[in-house]
């Protein structure tokens, strides 16, 4: 019967789509509204543009990406559902530690892509080790600090499955499809850069999610001066 009703509502979720990108959930479209809102005319938002208290979708469910120059995919960040889900704390850690190892290239190429097209990445996954289940990862281009394009901001969500992970431990996924639509438009402007030293924290604890801002660089910013922004998880 749980199977029976688990598998309903993966086909609940396959119907669902809304628009050509096949995004699913609210949440998630909301992620890419604001990643869309940040273009501005630019083809690709600076990394630093990124401000949590401006985000509509659960930052726990968000993660940020770096791609090195010895070709290694990492995690910058993870949020505290990101973490919960695959029962480890993701910073630092190889992108290809979520896919199963029938998937890591993949995962590899679907970063990549997203990255060098520029684009948008979307993929439906599943659980290596489950016959039920269906999560929806986002993955948007941006650029950092002297303006490569070498950070993803994503988005991880639990379409259908069992509300408990508990059996998936380890949870490793394997794909159900994976795309990449390309994002048009003109190069950004400089002006922006990112501060390697106040990393952006979306693995919060536990209880009500807040953040507080303590120092802001919302405004426009010249050639000569740099936004800083430094969020801390909780007041």
């Not at 009703?5 to 699913?24: P, R, Y």
């Not at 499955?161 to 003109?186: C, M, W, Y």
Request: contains cysteine; positive net charge; proline residues 6%.
């Amino acid at each position: 019967m749980v199977n029976d009703v688990s598998a309903h509502a993966e086909k609940t979720a396959g119907a669902a789509m809304a628009g050509k990108d096949g995004i699913v959930h609210a949440q998630t479209r909301l992620l890419l509204s604001y990643w869309q809102e940040l273009r501005r005319g630019q083809l690709v938002p600076f990394r630093s543009q990124i401000d949590p208290r401006h985000m509509r979708c659960d930052i726990g469910n968000l993660f940020i990406l770096e791609a090195l120059p010895d070709g290694q995919q990492r995690f910058r960040v993870a949020g505290s559902r990101i973490v919960d889900m695959f029962g480890m704390e993701l910073r630092g850690m190889p992108a290809r530690t979520i896919a199963a190892s029938g998937a890591r290239d993949e995962l590899r190429a679907l970063i990549g892509r997203t990255l060098e097209e520029p684009g948008i990445g979307y993929a439906r996954l599943r659980p290596e080790t489950a016959t039920h289940g269906l999560w929806e990862m986002l993955l948007l281009p941006l650029r950092s600090d002297g303006g490569s394009i070498d950070r993803a901001i994503g988005f991880m969500f639990q379409l259908a499955g069992s509300g408990s992970l508990d059996t998936l431990v380890p949870l490793r996924l394997v794909f159900e499809r994976r795309t990449v639509e390309r994002v048009a438009g003109p190069a950004a402007s400089p002006g922006f850069g990112e501060e390697e030293g106040e990393p952006f924290r979306l693995d919060l604890p536990d209880g009500p999610r807040r953040l507080t801002a303590l120092e802001g660089g919302g405004g426009t910013a010249g050639p000569r001066r740099r936004p800083k922004l430094r969020v801390i998880g909780r007041d």
